[in-house]
């Protein structure tokens, strides 16, 4: 009875380890095989509902900043009274605002793959961060509504101009103003900006003029996106034929182009006045490579800029691409298709310059790189003070490939006054086509804000290690439950025999001393004597064999 329970409890223990030992070896070839951290990850970082990313772009965790460098003329009255030769300019600056995005109205459509919503921006002045008080501090820069009504007439006929020079002589406009930095970012009452709104409501739909008031504000919170989610894999995991890129634009308020530089919706227009395809710089498609490029669309721009790649670096430890904005993006050409659309009536802009007046009420502004870098050299001849720089005044995105967030940036651009050949008005003569700079402003992400950070190298590093060395291990401890099943299998069989004949002998032993007791009632001792000897000859004899 005690040799079946013996073996009972071997082969129990032999099943125990072998079947533990199966189950950890597969549980750990299906990790490696399987990989679930990427399957987990793909999930999360989509818009379906209740994931990770879905909760995040509600409230993107980015820190963004425009920050804002204004110009300040300093000898304007000795300009326009023709005592100075060039206009001398102050850079003043920086004062920097925080940009708070929010998407509302976030709703999937899944049968063509896109997402809609509504991004809503607040700017919260940051006083850590600039250098000084933009309501105390005060600039005399260009009056932007006056020198475009006048401009404007100039270009319609003799009788127009000369109209609007007695009206605005009336209101006692002025060709430069003095005026807080506040005021001329964010709006002041203009006398001739509000008689305009009462003249023409419908064209004029505002009786204060900001200049960043505009750039920024205007239509804020009507905008609705239709965006394209991450390409359609079929079950190998190979992206659809014909996909629309990841995260890319399909429309704006159901426009696919810009209507004001003459897209056609019946033959998708140009690269010049389309819109889809683009991004809105807060998501990029995940694992990209070198050789992409991306379009970068906000309404201030009035246009899609290109990124194209430029190099690769470690920034804060993690893998990044370096994107750049090319030199020329702002040129315009009759004969290239992807810029002749800027051209209005067949008038372009000097190199370097972006027409953006239909985006603006029509009012003569462009666009450039700040302090006209890479602009005709013509540019600035009538200024002092502006000083171009690549290192200060260029434009970079530094991206996380895998992710497809952008970790740091710098977008700079410079908005512009552009006069045309006025007549007719001895105030505005003296500035006849100049293009005279406002600002310029820089959209700044620093770093990735310490959560993203984290899970940024949560995702890249951390989870794919643990997932790697839980794998091994259930593998390695498989394996050594797997080998003392085996040694209990194939090495336990002659020990447990050679336990089974000398517990035989020992019981024959035992036997023989029950007789000895047994015989001591009856016997002599003599006899006894000599039966006990026997017995242990006996078992001397067995124990040599």
Same mark, same amino acid.
């Given at each position: 009875?005690?040799?079946?329970?013996?073996?009972?409890?071997?082969?129990?223990?032999?099943?125990?380890?072998?079947?533990?030992?199966?189950?950890?070896?597969?549980?750990?070839?299906?990790?490696?095989?399987?990989?679930?951290?990427?399957?987990?990850?793909?999930?999360?970082?989509?818009?379906?509902?209740?994931?990770?990313?879905?909760?995040?772009?509600?409230?993107?965790?980015? *820190?963004?900043?425009?920050?804002?460098?204004?110009?300040?003329?300093?000898?304007?009255?000795?300009?326009?009274?023709?005592?100075?030769?060039?206009?001398?300019?102050?850079?003043?600056?920086?004062?920097?605002?925080?940009?708070?995005?929010?998407?509302?109205?976030?709703?999937?459509?899944?049968?063509?793959?896109?997402?809609?919503?509504?991004?809503?921006?607040?700017?919260?002045?940051?006083?850590?961060?600039?250098?000084?008080?933009?309501?105390?501090?005060?600039?005399?820069?260009?009056?932007?509504?006056?020198?475009?009504?006048?401009?404007?007439?100039? *270009?319609?006929?003799?009788?127009?101009?000369?109209?609007?020079?007695?009206?605005?002589?009336?209101?006692?406009?002025?060709?430069?103003?003095?005026?807080?930095?506040?005021?001329?970012?964010?709006?002041?009452?203009?006398?001739?900006?509000?008689?305009?709104?009462?003249?023409?409501?419908?064209?004029? *739909?505002?009786?204060?003029?900001?200049?960043?008031?505009?750039?920024?504000?205007?239509?804020?919170?009507?905008?609705?996106?239709?965006?394209?989610?991450?390409?359609?894999? *079929?079950?190998?995991?190979?992206?659809?034929?014909?996909?629309?890129?990841?995260?890319?634009?399909?429309?704006?308020?159901?426009?696919?182009?810009?209507?004001?530089?003459?897209?056609?919706?019946?033959?998708?227009?140009?690269?010049?006045?389309?819109?889809?395809?683009?991004?809105?710089?807060?998501?990029?498609?995940?694992?990209?490579?070198?050789?992409?490029?991306?379009?970068?669309?906000?309404?201030?721009?009035?246009?899609?800029?290109?990124?194209?790649?430029?190099?690769?670096?470690?920034?804060?430890?993690?893998?990044?691409?370096?994107?750049?904005?090319?030199?020329?993006?702002?040129?315009?050409?009759?004969?290239?298709?992807?810029?002749?659309?800027?051209?209005?009536?067949?008038?372009?802009?000097?190199?370097?310059?972006?027409?953006?007046?239909?985006?603006?009420?029509?009012?003569?502004?462009?666009?450039?790189?700040?302090?006209?870098?890479?602009?005709?050299?013509?540019?600035?001849?009538?200024?002092?003070?502006?000083?171009?720089?690549?290192?200060?005044?260029?434009?970079?995105?530094?991206?996380?490939?895998?992710?497809?967030?952008?970790?740091?940036?710098?977008?700079?651009?410079?908005?512009?006054?552009?006069?045309?050949?006025?007549?007719?008005?001895?105030?505005?003569?003296?500035?006849?086509?100049?293009?005279?700079?406002?600002?310029?402003?820089?959209?700044?992400?620093?770093?990735?804000?310490?959560?993203?950070?984290?899970?940024?190298?949560?995702?890249?590093?951390?989870?794919?290690?643990?997932?790697?060395?839980?794998?091994?291990?259930?593998?390695?401890?498989?394996?050594?439950?797997?080998?003392?099943?085996?040694?209990?299998?194939?090495?336990?069989?002659?020990?447990?025999?050679?336990?089974?004949?000398?517990?035989?002998?020992?019981?024959?032993?035992?036997?023989?001393?029950?007789?000895?007791?047994?015989?001591?009632?009856?016997?002599?001792?003599?006899?006894?004597?000599?039966?006990?000897?026997?017995?242990?000859?006996?078992?001397?004899?067995?124990?040599?064999?």
């Amino acid at each position: 009875m005690k040799l079946f329970t013996s073996k009972t409890q071997r082969n129990a223990r032999l099943l125990q380890c072998a079947a533990l030992g199966m189950t950890l070896v597969f549980f750990g070839a299906a990790i490696l095989m399987t990989d679930p951290v990427t399957l987990i990850v793909d999930w999360q970082l989509s818009l379906k509902p209740y994931t990770l990313l879905s909760k995040l772009y509600e409230v993107p965790p980015v *820190d963004v900043y425009i920050t804002v460098y204004m110009f300040n003329y300093t000898n304007s009255d000795a300009f326009i009274a023709g005592i100075d030769t060039k206009i001398k300019i102050a850079e003043i600056g920086p004062y920097v605002y925080k940009e708070v995005l929010s998407n509302h109205n976030v709703t999937l459509h899944e049968a063509n793959n896109t997402v809609t919503y509504t991004p809503r921006r607040e700017y919260i002045f940051s006083p850590e961060r600039s250098v000084g008080d933009p309501k105390v501090d005060h600039i005399r820069a260009p009056n932007i509504p006056y020198m475009g009504v006048v401009s404007q007439a100039s *270009d319609i006929s003799m009788f127009a101009s000369l109209g609007l020079t007695a009206l605005t002589r009336r209101l006692n406009s002025q060709p430069i103003m003095d005026i807080s930095v506040h005021d001329y970012m964010w709006g002041y009452e203009d006398h001739l900006v509000s008689l305009a709104s009462k003249i023409m409501p419908s064209l004029i *739909d505002f009786s204060t003029f900001g200049i960043m008031e505009k750039l920024f504000r205007e239509g804020n919170e009507s905008n609705v996106f239709n965006m394209h989610l991450p390409e359609r894999k *079929d079950a190998v995991g190979v992206k659809l034929p014909n996909s629309p890129r990841g995260y890319s634009i399909h429309s704006v308020n159901g426009d696919r182009g810009f209507k004001n530089w003459g897209y056609d919706d019946s033959t998708n227009g140009t690269n010049c006045n389309r819109i889809s395809g683009s991004h809105d710089a807060t998501l990029f498609p995940r694992d990209m490579n070198k050789n992409d490029s991306f379009l970068i669309f906000r309404k201030t721009f009035c246009r899609r800029l290109p990124l194209t790649f430029n190099r690769t670096l470690t920034f804060d430890g993690l893998d990044a691409f370096e994107f750049t904005l090319a030199p020329h993006i702002f040129d315009e050409d009759l004969q290239n298709e992807n810029t002749s659309c800027f051209c209005k009536n067949n008038h372009c802009l000097k190199k370097g310059l972006g027409n953006a007046s239909p985006c603006y009420y029509n009012m003569p502004l462009a666009v450039s790189y700040p302090h006209f870098l890479y602009a005709d050299p013509s540019l600035l001849v009538p200024f002092e003070g502006l000083s171009p720089s690549i290192e200060r005044h260029a434009s970079k995105f530094v991206l996380q490939p895998q992710l497809g967030v952008p970790l740091h940036a710098h977008m700079r651009l410079q908005a512009n006054q552009v006069v045309s050949n006025i007549k007719f008005n001895s105030l505005m003569e003296p500035f006849k086509n100049l293009v005279l700079p406002l600002l310029w402003i820089d959209f700044t992400i620093d770093n990735l804000s310490t959560s993203l950070h984290i899970l940024s190298h949560l995702i890249k590093t951390g989870f794919p290690m643990m997932q790697l060395i839980l794998a091994l291990c259930l593998i390695f401890f498989g394996v050594y439950q797997l080998s003392i099943a085996f040694h209990l299998c194939f090495w336990s069989l002659p020990t447990a025999k050679h336990k089974s004949d000398h517990g035989e002998k020992e019981a024959n032993a035992l036997g023989g001393y029950s007789i000895v007791a047994s015989l001591q009632s009856s016997l002599p001792a003599e006899c006894v004597k000599q039966e006990a000897q026997r017995l242990l000859d006996d078992e001397r004899k067995l124990g040599e064999v």
